[in-house]
């Protein structure tokens, strides 16, 4: 099969990449004329584990893998296109813009050439793919193409894995025949036994909706619940611990911390709110759950400043929104830097890959080369996220170099004990 893929964003390269590794030839096409020659030259415009590799493989060895400015004359050989744009908030309201996508379509309506399928793979609002298809429609005629929703749930910092090892492929049709054809693209998953949904195009993109805020409500409650061990001298890890047992709850999206953030739980949650609420349904705890994360951004940022001196330096770890990525946005980490300048801090930072995309935010941020590093001369250190090399920092050694010992661990990967021992002022989520 050939693949043409829109977007070569976290979700469009990797899908590109690990298509390639299964085999199919694969076009990618991005508009963005810096990241095409990246790309051109073998090297991947933001950090992913493994896809350096897979990218050098397909692009220089078995040449399976090329990189286009656009759909013109791209068209000729194409099976299946794969819309991968980015979808993200409105500026003024909750919904999700989808202006990529409308782009998106009208481009392939001017330029399909046989039959082939258009594929939404970006997250998309219930009635997007049937939209596409009414674009297209305006130009081509029904029998030279299909639509398919094929949501994508794989997570930054293990998405290779995740594409070649997903708990489910969901696959939204409207007829046997594109439904066959995208079960063909997935043979290869099938043979390890991956679970493929076949379902209706409206029912496939509530499924990627419902799943990121359902894990999303999963974190909101568990970080509601740290609020309260706080005051009553609970330990939140460890009631976190002993639900996820219960296989019924299970264990993930149980950490507390300063809130979900990222390029995606943050916008679909209120994308998905949205819908709703166009469609005069209300989803209420939905709604809370976004109400519940703004909130705790504020609290966290308050509690930090009533414990931190004005106009102090702090060193601040982890910008990501995770770690293993260099995506900063919508991380909490850059939304309580933003509010601690807001006071008058200086924040000294590091983290290990996603420097220079907190460098493109403009926040006046001092970078450094080293967790150490930052860590002269400030007055608290900040872990924003738990990358490993912040897992087992030699505290005796930047007790030296701080000018107080005040520890804000927002992940906690620490033992307070440990810290208090040696003297630090220790605030964890939770206990
Ligand atoms: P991204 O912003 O990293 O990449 C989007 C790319 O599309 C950019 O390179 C941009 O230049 C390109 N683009 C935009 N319009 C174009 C056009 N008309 N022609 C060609 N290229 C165009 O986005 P992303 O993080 O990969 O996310 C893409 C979609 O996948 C979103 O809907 C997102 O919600 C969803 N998703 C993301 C993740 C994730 O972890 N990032 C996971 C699952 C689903």
């Known amino acids: 099969m050939n693949l043409t893929i829109v977007g070569t964003g976290y979700v469009g390269l990797v899908t590109g990449v690990c298509f390639a590794e299964f085999g199919y030839a694969v076009t990618c096409i991005d508009k963005d004329e810096k990241r095409l020659a990246k790309l051109k030259s073998g090297k991947c415009p933001f950090y992913e584990p493994e896809i350096d590799t897979l990218l050098e493989k397909h692009l220089n060895k078995t040449k399976l893998l090329t990189f ?38 009208e481009e392939i309506a001017d330029n399909i050439k046989k039959y082939c399928l258009v594929v939404t793979k970006s997250t998309v609002p219930v009635g997007t793919t049937r939209k596409v298809k009414k674009i297209i429609l305006n130009k081509v005629a029904q029998t030279h193409f299909d639509v398919v929703s094929n949501p994508e749930f794989l997570r930054e910092g293990s998405a290779i894995n ?17 439904e066959n054809i995208m079960k063909e693209l997935y043979r290869p ?58 296989k ?65 330096t702090i060193s601040f770890l982890g910008l990501s929104f995770k770690p293993n990525t260099d995506d900063v946005r919508d991380s909490t980490s850059m939304k309580i830097i933003s509010k601690l300048i807001e006071q008058g801090y200086k924040i000294q930072c590091y983290d290990p890959e996603a420097m220079s995309s907190a460098k493109k935010e403009n926040y006046n941020l001092i970078f450094f080369n080293s967790a150490y590093e930052t860590c002269q001369g400030a007055s608290a250190i900040i872990i924003g996220t ?24 927002l992940r906690n990967i620490y033992n307070p004990e440990d810290l208090k021992e040696i003297g630090f002022e220790y605030y964890g989520i939770g206990k």
Not at 163 to 169: I, W, Y
Not at 279 to 302: F, Q
């Open 189 to 246: 998953l099938f043979l390890k036994e991956t679970p493929i949904v076949s379902t209706s195009i409206e029912t496939s993109e509530i499924i990627k909706y419902a799943s990121n805020s359902f894990l999303a409500t999963k974190i909101a409650f568990i970080n509601e619940v740290a609020d309260l061990c706080e005051v009553v001298n609970a330990d939140v890890q460890q009631v976190a611990h002993a639900m996820g047992l219960d």
């Open 248 to 312: 019924r709850i299970g264990a993930k999206f149980l950490n507390a911390g300063p809130g979900f953030g990222g390029s995606c739980f943050p916008k679909d949650v209120k994308a998905f709110s949205s819908t709703a609420k166009n469609n005069n349904i209300e989803l209420s705890i939905i709604n809370a759950v976004n109400k519940s994360n703004k909130d705790r951004l504020v609290k966290i940022s308050e509690k930090i400043i009533s414990k931190i001196k004005k106009n102090s």
């Open 162 to 178: 995740d594409f070649v090892r997903p708990d489910r492929v969901v696959i939204g049709t409207e007829n046997k025949k594109s």
């Open 68 to 105: 286009e400015a656009s759909l013109k004359n791209n068209l000729e050989d194409t099976d299946i296109i794969f819309i991968t744009v980015g979808t993200p908030t409105k500026t003024s309201e909750d919904d999700a813009d989808l202006s990529f996508v409308w782009e998106v379509a």
């Open 386 to 409: 738990e990358w490993n090399e912040f897992r087992a920092l030699n505290f005796e050694k930047i007790s030296k170099i701080l000018k107080e010992k005040i520890i804000f661990d």
